[in-house]
């Protein structure tokens, strides 16, 4: 794969693609609501990066590629029968819908290409669809990098129609009356402008939606209720991802019963996003055994990194290869409890041995320098693809300092993804007779 051309623009390329006026129209009329945008630069003034990353088209084939992969391996009777016996109740449900929202997070540098980490309740989409739309070219260049407004409005309309194939796929009639936002305290989370976001493209599609705290839900014995209403459709932000906790009493209830489409749902999480399927899918015995095609591992085993389950019996190997691993805890989220080995200290390793972790080979995140008033200086990025029914509807980028996304870096933050292609570009500055 040629990436020197995107690597080069990642590192010289200083252009400013966020409009500001068109963010703050979008976020104030276009798509949300008045005072979004001022609730999002108090809340969370480093949600939006200033500068596009650069990746090649090839990465972004190869990450269909795992995508699909990933899914299929799933799809296996001997995937689900393994995963399912190590679940909960709740994850033992048929919900016998997909579950939105799959995010599959990647470091890319160079020619690698490393499936991170896979989630349930990939956050950001509506925010990645204002941004979006209030990109610009800030030279001539860049004009045909941009996503356009037909795809920009065919993403949105991919996110509504992925909710109703949710509601058919659950055996339901018509269209749900109700789809209820839920999280724990929503407004008080850091994505809580997004859930307004959501409210706001289910009601121009014709579904109403509320934002609802997971606690302020109640169970009838046949129904979901919030405020005394009945709701269809869940459209689960909870990091509970069985519903263990008391205050989730009544989803649970629903959850079991089939009362409610779930979605994101226990089941999903059991199959996918628990950390430990990484070591699964990193593991070509471990495919073998479980008759994945060929074909099929060798992309498994080319983009995801060994992956192991922290056992305390093993700790004087694990603490000696320390360096070149990163713990994550089996049911963290969003970066919480992770570490790199080579920053442990002997307090958070014992943490780690009475924890559940899996540790996972180091796969170092792209670069991206940005613009700063001390100077240029560089961010790490690394790559979210949003999926559905094994399809990429699309892709990311997350700009950080530190050892993991944050949000809390000054020109950080979301960032589109532009794809250059090199051969391409060469060939139309040939044409032209200019240099490429």
Known sequence: MNATLNETLNRDCSCDSLDRTALAHALDAQ????????????????????????????????????????????????????????????????????????????????????????????????????????????????????????????????????????????????????????????????????????????????????????????????????????????????????????????LHAACLARAVVLTPHPRAHALVADKRRLAWLGDAQQLQQLGVPPETQRVLLDHVPRTEVVDASRADELWARRRTLFFKPVAGYGSRAAYRGDKLTRGTWREILAGDYVAQQIVAPGERRIAADDGPRALKFDLRAYAYDGAVQWVAARLYQGQTTNFRTPGGGFAPVCSVDAAERAASAAALDTPA
Do not use: K
Not at 133 to 153: F, K, T, V, Y
Not at 209 to 231: C, F, M
């Open 31 to 250: 798509l949300g609501q008045p005072g979004l945008a001022h609730l999002i630069e108090q809340r969370c003034p480093h949600l939006f990066a200033a500068e596009p990353v650069f990746v090649p088209p090839a990465t972004l084939q190869r990450i269909e590629s795992v995508v699909r992969a990933v899914e299929a391996v799933v799809a296996l009777p001997a995937w689900r029968e393994r995963a399912l016996a190590q679940a909960p109740a709740t994850a033992r449900v048929e919900p016998g819908v997909r579950s939105v929202f799959f995010g599959y997070d990647f470091h890319v540098a160079g020619d690698r290409v490393g499936l991170i980490e896979i989630n349930t309740n990939a956050g950001g989409a509506m925010i990645n669809a204002v941004l979006a739309r209030a990109q610009r070219a800030c030279c001539e260049p860049m004009q045909p990098l941009l996503p356009s407004a037909e795809r920009i409005a065919a993403f949105e309309q991919r996110i509504v129609d992925m909710f109703r194939a949710e509601w058919r796929l659950a055996g339901r009639r018509g269209a749900p009356a109700t789809i209820a936002i839920v999280d724990d305290a929503p407004q008080e989370q850091y994505l809580y402008p997004e859930f307004l976001l959501f409210q706001r493209l289910f009601e121009r599609h014709g579904l109403h939606a509320v934002v609802a705290d997971a606690a302020e839900l109640e169970w009838s014995g046949e129904r979901l209720l919030h405020a005394g209403a009945a709701i269809d459709v869940v459209y689960n932000r909870l990091t509970d991802f069985y519903l263990d906790e008391p205050r989730h009493a009544a």
